[in-house]
C-alpha cells in the first residue's frame, strides 16, 4: 500500500446513502474519471475526446505552473519584454543585447510564445502578444513577478508552512507591520521596500475602484492604511477639486507626505501617522477607503479596525473597502487560490468573500452596506458602507 493510500485509509468511510444526490453522483463521476478504462474509451469518442483535453490540459498547466511562472521571471529579470516594447527583434539581436546564447534564448522565447506573452511572425522575429504588452507597460506587474522570487522560496515546502504556525518566512520579514513592532510601528528602513512594491502595483486597483465608484461628490477622501498615497493621487487626478486625507504607520505618512508633494498635491493633501487600531483617525472626510487593509490582518484585528472607524469617523459618512475577494467568478476564484497561499507564508491575513466583509462592517454598526462588483474581480471587489 502506497503512503498516500494508507493516509487515505485513516479517515473513516462515509455512509453514500445518506449523502445528497448531487454529492453522490459527483462521487461516482470521480470514480468514473479516475478509471483508465473510462479515459481511454473518452480518448476514442471525438466528441468527448476534446472536452478530456481540455481537462488534460488544465492539469497540466497546475503541474507545470512553477516552470511557467519561472519564464515570467527570467523574461522580466532580463528587461525581454522592455526590450521588444518598441519594435520586433531578430533572435540575434536579442541575444547580444541580452547576453544569452542565441540556443539558450530560443528556449526562454519558444516558451513565451507558447504562453501567450510573445509572437513570431517570421522565422526567429520576435515581437510582443497581448500579455507581453502589458507586462511591458506596467512597471507594478514587473515588480510583483520580481517579488514572487520570495514567496516561491517561503512555498518550498508548503507542507511544512501548513503544519507549523508562525512560521519564520521571508514575507513575515519583508511586510514589517505584520509582526510586533512595538508602540512605534516599523522604522523606515522597514518600510521602504513595501512601500515602494504597493505605490508601484496600485494602477489596475486604482483604475478598478475608480471605474466602480464615483467619487465625483465627494469633497474630502481619507484613505486608512494609504502608504505612499499611490490611490489617493490616482483619485486626484480624475477629480480637481477633491482634498485629500492619508494615514498610515508613522514611518509610512513621512513616505506619502514627500511623495504627495513631488506630485504637486501636498496643498490638497493632510497626511497623518499613527496606529489605525488604536489611534483617533480624522473625521473631517466625507468618504473612506480600506484599499487591500482588511485581507493583510486576522479577523480579530479587522474587527478592532473597524470598530476604530466607527468610532471615530462621522455618521453619514461612506467607507469603502476594496480587494480581492473570494467569490463565485473565475477572477474571485483565482484571486482566493493565489492569496489564500500567500497570506499563509505572510502569516497574517486571509481572503475573505464580501459577505464575510459585510457582515463584519455590520456588527461593528455600520449601515446600508452592499457589494459592488467591478469589471474586473479578479484585481478587486468593493463593499461600501455608510457610517
Partial sequence: MSAQSAKSQIIPPVLTDS?????????????????????????????????????????????????????LLAGVRLGLYETLQGAPATTGVLAAHLGIPEGRLRVLLRANVCLGLLLEPAPDLWVLDDAGAVLASDRGLGAMVLHHAMLYRDLTEPDHLLRTAGAQTELRQYW??????????????????????????????????LAAHDFGQTRILLDVGGGDGAFLAAAADRHASLQLRLFDLPAVADRAVCHLESLGLGARTRVHGGDFVRDPLPDDADCVTLVRILCDHDDSRVAALLANLHRSLRPGTTLIVAEAMDGTSEGARLSAAYFGFYFLAMGSGRCRSAQEIAGFLSSTGFQAVRTVTTSNPLIATLVTARR
Fill in 19 to 71: 449523502l445528497p444526490l448531487a454529492l453522490r453522483l459527483r462521487l461516482w463521476r470521480n470514480r468514473l474519471v479516475a478509471s483508465p478504462r473510462f479515459r481511454q474509451l473518452i480518448a476514442r469518442l471525438p466528441l468527448l475526446r476534446s472536452i478530456g483535453n481540455r481537462k488534460a490540459n488544465d492539469l497540466f498547466r497546475l503541474t507545470g505552473g512553477f516552470i511557467f511562472s519561472q519564464v
Fill in 176 to 209: 514589517a507591520y505584520v509582526r510586533d513592532m512595538g508602540t512605534g510601528g516599523p522604522q523606515a528602513a522597514e518600510v521602504d521596500g513595501y512601500s515602494l512594491l504597493m505605490r508601484e502595483s496600485q494602477a489596475m486597483m486604482a483604475d478598478c475602484i
